[in-house]
C-alpha cells in the first residue's frame, strides 16, 4: 500500500502540502489488499488456472487419463473444421442462442406490459409466471420430454380441442426438435424475462405518460416514444442474459433429446460432453470448450458495445 | 389514473390465458404423479382414483433423501463461503483506486466471459489428484470459486454508490479495517447480500452438469443428478418418475411462495447494478 504523497514531503523536512485530515486517514485505513485474497486465490484455484491448463490442453492429444500427451498444434481446431458433427453443433448453437433471444424477450415484454397494467391480478400473476425460471431446469425438461412425446399430453389436448392435425412427434421429428427444444427453454425463462422488464417499466414515471395522454398521444405512440427508451437498460440486461444462456444451453438439451434424433439438436455444449466422457477425447472436445468461450467473449462484448451506444443514443 | 376499463377486463382475461398455459405441464405433472400406473387413460383427464403410492415408492427406491440433504448441504455451504469472501473482497474493490485494485477487478471480471465448461474438465484432472472427486466437497470448492465474480461484480456495484461517511467515522473513531467492515460496512450490504443469496441459491441448487462430473459413479449425488439417474433407471414408469420430479420440485416451490417477493425482487434487483 502507498502512503498519501504529502507525509512523504513532509518526511523530508519540506514544507507540507495542505490537505484535508479525512484523505489522511482514509490512505492509511483504505481496506488492505488482504481482503481480496480468500476470494482471489479460490477463484484462480477454480477458474482461472483450469481455464488456461485447458486452452493449453486444446492443442495436445491428452486423453483425460494418461500423464503422456503430446502437443499436436492445431490439429484439433482443424479435425473440427472438417467434422460434420462439430459444424452442425455450432450452427445449432447459434440458432437456439437467437431464437431464444428473440422469442424468450418478445413474450417477457408483452407479459410485463400486461402486468404492468390497471388488472386486478397482476400480483398473483408476476408470481405464476415467474415460478418456472426457479424449477430446476433438468426437472422440467424431463417433464415436458413426457409431454411432448406422441401420446404426451400435448398432442392429447390438441386432440381434445379438434386440433388434430396440430399433433407432431415434437422432439423425435429432426426438423422440429431444435424448435421445440427452444419453446421450453422460452417457457421456463419468458418469466425471468418479464420480472426484469417489469423493473424497467416501473421505473417510468406516471407523470410522462399522464402527460402524453393528455397531449392525445395514443397506447402505441406512448410505449414507443415514452416507454421505449427507458427500457434501454432492462434491454441490455435481458439481452445479454438470453443471449449467453442460449449459447451455454446444455440441460435441456441434454434430458429432452440427448442432441438426437441423430444429431439435429447437438449443441457445443453437450459435443463438449459426449467427446470427453463417452470417446475419451478430452483435448478435442476441450477444444470445442474454446471456440465456446470465443463465441460467448465476442458476442457478449459485441452486445455491450452495440447496446451501450443505443442506450446512450436513447437517452 | 389508469381506470378499469372493458379493454382491461379483456386484457385480464388474456394474461390469466397466458398464466394457465405456464401451468398447464404443472397440471399434469401432479396428475400423472398421483395416478396408479394401471390407469392409461389420456394424461389430460382428470385421475380417477388418486393415490400416493408412487411418492413413498420413489422416495425409497430414488434414494432421494440423500439427494436432498446433499444438495442442502452443497448450496449452503457454498453461498456461505461465496458471500462471505466476495464481500471482503469488493470492500477494498470498490474502495482503492490505485492499480492493483483496478487490475485485479478487471481480472475477476474476466470470469464472467470465461464458460466454465473451459476449466471444467481440467478441474476435474486436479479433483481426482485430491481424491475430492465423489464428494460433496468438490461441488462446494467449485462453487465457491466460480460463483466469485459475479458475486464479487454485485458487491463492488451496490458499495460503489454508497456514501463512504460512516466507515470514515468508524476509522476515525478507531476502528480497524476488518471491524469497520464487519460493523458498519457488512450491515449496509444487506439488500444487495439478498440479491446475491437469492441468485447464487438458485443457480447452486439447479446446476446439473457440475454435479453431472464431478459425482458420476459414486453414491453421492445431488438432486438433479439423482433425477436423471431415476430417469434413466425407470425408463417407461412415467407415474414413478413424475412422482420423483415433484419431490424434486416441491422444496424449491414452497421456498419461492413463501419467499416470493424478496425472490423475485432478488432477480429483478441484482442486474441494476
Same mark, same amino acid.
Given at each position: 500500500?502507498?502512503?498519501?504523497?504529502?507525509?512523504?514531503?513532509?518526511?523530508?523536512?519540506?514544507?507540507?502540502?495542505?490537505?484535508?485530515?479525512?484523505?489522511?486517514?482514509?490512505?492509511?485505513?483504505?481496506?488492505?489488499?488482504?481482503?481480496? +485474497?480468500?476470494?482471489?486465490? /479460490? !477463484? #484462480?484455484?477454480? %477458474?482461472?488456472? *483450469?481455464? $488456461?491448463?485447458?486452452?493449453?490442453?486444446?492443442?495436445?492429444?491428452?486423453?483425460?487419463?494418461?500423464?503422456?500427451?503430446?502437443?499436436?498444434?492445431?490439429?484439433?481446431?482443424?479435425?473440427?473444421?472438417?467434422?460434420?458433427?462439430?459444424?452442425?453443433?455450432?450452427?445449432?448453437?447459434l440458432?437456439?442462442a437467437v431464437a431464444i433471444t428473440i422469442v424468450q424477450n418478445a413474450v417477457g415484454l408483452v407479459?410485463a406490459l400486461?402486468?404492468n397494467?390497471?388488472?386486478?391480478?397482476?400480483? +398473483?400473476?408476476?408470481?405464476? /409466471? !415467474? #415460478?418456472?425460471? %426457479?424449477?430446476? *431446469?433438468? $426437472?422440467?425438461?424431463?417433464?415436458?420430454?413426457?409431454?411432448?412425446?406422441?401420446?404426451?399430453?400435448?398432442?392429447?389436448?390438441?386432440?381434445?380441442?379438434?386440433?388434430?392435425?396440430?399433433?407432431?412427434?415434437?422432439?423425435?421429428?429432426?426438423?422440429?426438435?431444435?424448435?421445440?427444444?427452444?419453446?421450453?427453454?422460452?417457457?421456463?425463462?419468458?418469466?425471468y424475462s418479464m420480472v426484469i422488464f417489469l423493473a424497467g417499466l416501473q421505473s417510468v414515471p406516471?407523470?410522462i405518460?399522464?402527460?402524453a395522454?393528455?397531449?392525445?398521444?395514443?397506447?402505441v405512440r406512448r410505449f414507443w416514444s415514452v416507454t421505449r427508451p427507458l427500457l434501454a437498460p432492462a434491454l441490455t440486461i435481458n439481452l445479454m442474459l438470453s443471449i449467453i444462456g442460449g449459447i451455454?444451453?446444455?440441460?435441456?438439451?441434454?434430458?429432452?433429446?440427448?442432441?438426437?434424433?441423430?444429431?439435429?439438436?447437438?449443441?457445443?455444449?453437450?459435443?463438449?460432453?459426449?467427446?470427453?466422457?463417452?470417446?475419451?477425447?478430452?483435448?478435442?472436445?476441450?477444444?470445442?470448450?474454446?471456440?465456446?468461450?470465443?463465441i460467448v467473449a465476442v458476442a457478449s462484448t459485441g452486445q455491450y458495445l452495440l447496446l451501450s451506444r443505443n442506450e446512450k443514443a436513447a437517452s | 389514473?389508469?381506470?378499469?376499463?372493458?379493454?382491461?377486463?379483456?386484457?385480464?382475461?388474456?394474461?390469466?390465458?397466458?398464466?394457465?398455459?405456464?401451468?398447464?405441464?404443472?397440471?399434469?405433472?401432479?396428475?400423472?404423479?398421483?395416478?396408479?400406473?394401471?390407469?392409461?387413460?389420456?394424461?389430460?383427464?382428470?385421475?380417477?382414483?388418486?393415490?400416493?403410492?408412487?411418492?413413498?415408492?420413489?422416495?425409497?427406491?430414488?434414494?432421494?433423501?440423500?439427494?436432498?440433504?446433499?444438495?442442502?448441504?452443497?448450496?449452503?455451504?457454498?453461498?456461505?463461503?461465496?458471500?462471505?469472501?466476495?464481500?471482503?473482497?469488493?470492500?477494498?474493490?470498490?474502495?482503492?483506486?490505485?492499480?492493483?485494485?483496478?487490475?485485479?477487478?478487471?481480472?475477476?471480471l474476466?470470469?464472467l466471459l470465461?464458460?466454465?465448461?473451459?476449466?471444467?474438465?481440467?478441474?476435474?484432472?486436479?479433483?481426482?489428484?485430491?481424491?475430492?472427486?465423489?464428494?460433496?466437497?468438490?461441488?462446494?470448492?467449485?462453487?465457491?470459486?466460480?460463483?466469485?465474480?459475479?458475486?464479487?461484480f454485485?458487491?463492488?456495484g451496490?458499495?460503489?454508490?454508497?456514501?463512504?461517511?460512516?466507515?470514515?467515522?468508524?476509522?476515525?473513531?478507531?476502528?480497524?479495517?476488518?471491524?469497520?467492515?464487519?460493523?458498519?460496512?457488512?450491515?449496509?450490504?444487506?439488500?444487495?447480500?439478498?440479491?446475491?443469496?437469492?441468485?447464487?441459491?438458485?443457480?447452486?441448487?439447479?446446476?446439473?452438469?457440475?454435479?453431472?462430473?464431478?459425482?458420476?459413479?459414486?453414491?453421492?449425488?445431488?438432486?438433479?443428478?439423482?433425477?436423471?439417474?431415476?430417469?434413466?433407471?425407470?425408463?417407461?414408469?412415467?407415474?414413478?418418475?413424475?412422482?420423483?420430479?415433484?419431490?424434486?420440485?416441491?422444496?424449491?416451490?414452497?421456498?419461492?411462495?413463501?419467499?416470493?417477493?424478496?425472490?423475485?425482487?432478488?432477480?429483478a434487483?441484482?442486474l441494476k447494478g
Open positions: 500500500m502507498t502512503l498519501a504523497p504529502h507525509d512523504r514531503l513532509a518526511d523530508r523536512g519540506r514544507a507540507p502540502v495542505p490537505a484535508p485530515v479525512t484523505r489522511v486517514r482514509r490512505a492509511r485505513n483504505a481496506p488492505p489488499w488482504w481482503f481480496v +485474497l480468500p476470494a482471489l486465490l /479460490l !477463484f #484462480a484455484f477454480v %477458474v482461472l488456472v *483450469p481455464s $488456461v491448463r485447458g486452452v493449453y490442453y486444446a492443442f495436445t492429444d491428452w486423453d483425460g487419463l494418461n500423464p503422456d500427451f503430446s502437443f499436436v498444434g492445431l490439429d484439433n481446431f482443424s479435425a473440427m473444421l472438417s467434422d460434420a458433427d462439430a459444424r452442425q453443433a455450432v450452427w445449432h448453437t440458432l437456439i407479459l400486461g402486468v397494467s390497471a388488472i386486478k391480478s397482476r400480483n +398473483l400473476l408476476r408470481v405464476f /409466471l !415467474f #415460478a418456472p425460471a %426457479v424449477v430446476t *431446469p433438468i $426437472v422440467t425438461a424431463y417433464l415436458w420430454r413426457n409431454l411432448l412425446g406422441p401420446d404426451g399430453a400435448v398432442n392429447s389436448l390438441l386432440g381434445a380441442v379438434g386440433l388434430d392435425g396440430w399433433e407432431q412427434d415434437w422432439l423425435g421429428d429432426p426438423d422440429l426438435a431444435l424448435w421445440t427444444v427452444v419453446g421450453v427453454v422460452v417457457w421456463q425463462y419468458a418469466g406516471k407523470e405518460h399522464e402527460s395522454e393528455m397531449d392525445g398521444a395514443g397506447p451455454k444451453l446444455f440441460d435441456q438439451v441434454y434430458a429432452l433429446t440427448g442432441g438426437g434424433p441423430g444429431h439435429a439438436t447437438d449443441t457445443i455444449s453437450t459435443l463438449i460432453y459426449k467427446d470427453a466422457f463417452t470417446l475419451g477425447e478430452f483435448g478435442y472436445s476441450i477444444a470445442l470448450a474454446v471456440v465456446l468461450t470465443i | 389514473m389508469i381506470r378499469y376499463r372493458r379493454r382491461t377486463f379483456a386484457l385480464e382475461l388474456a394474461m390469466i390465458a397466458a398464466a394457465l398455459f405456464v401451468a398447464f405441464p404443472l397440471y399434469v405433472l401432479v396428475n400423472l404423479a398421483v395416478r396408479p400406473s394401471s390407469d392409461s387413460s389420456s394424461p389430460i383427464r382428470p385421475t380417477s382414483s388418486p393415490t400416493l403410492d408412487n411418492f413413498t415408492q420413489a422416495w425409497q427406491q430414488g434414494s432421494l433423501g440423500g439427494a436432498l440433504a446433499n444438495s442442502v448441504l452443497v448450496t449452503v455451504c457454498s453461498v456461505v463461503v461465496v458471500l462471505a469472501i466476495s464481500s471482503l473482497a469488493a470492500y477494498p474493490l470498490a474502495r482503492v483506486t490505485a492499480r492493483w485494485s483496478r487490475g485485479t477487478y478487471l481480472l475477476v474476466l470470469g470465461l464458460p466454465f465448461q473451459l476449466a471444467s474438465l481440467p478441474l476435474y484432472q486436479t479433483l481426482r489428484d485430491l481424491g475430492l472427486l465423489g464428494t460433496p466437497w468438490a461441488l462446494v470448492l467449485f462453487y465457491s470459486g466460480l460463483q466469485v465474480p459475479f458475486t464479487v454485485l458487491y463492488v451496490f458499495l460503489r454508490a454508497l456514501p463512504r461517511d460512516f466507515e470514515d467515522a468508524a476509522l476515525i473513531d478507531g476502528c480497524t479495517p476488518l471491524q469497520a467492515f464487519r460493523r458498519v460496512v457488512l450491515p449496509m450490504l444487506k439488500p444487495i447480500t439478498v440479491t446475491a443469496l437469492v441468485l447464487n441459491t438458485v443457480t447452486v441448487w439447479n446446476d446439473f452438469f457440475t454435479p453431472l462430473l464431478y459425482l458420476s459413479g459414486s453414491a453421492q449425488q445431488t438432486m438433479p443428478v439423482a433425477i436423471a439417474g431415476f430417469v434413466g433407471q425407470y425408463v417407461t414408469d412415467w407415474n414413478l418418475i413424475f412422482a420423483a420430479l415433484v419431490i424434486s420440485i416441491l422444496p424449491v416451490l414452497i421456498v419461492y411462495f413463501l419467499l416470493q417477493r424478496s425472490i423475485i425482487n432478488g432477480f434487483g441484482g
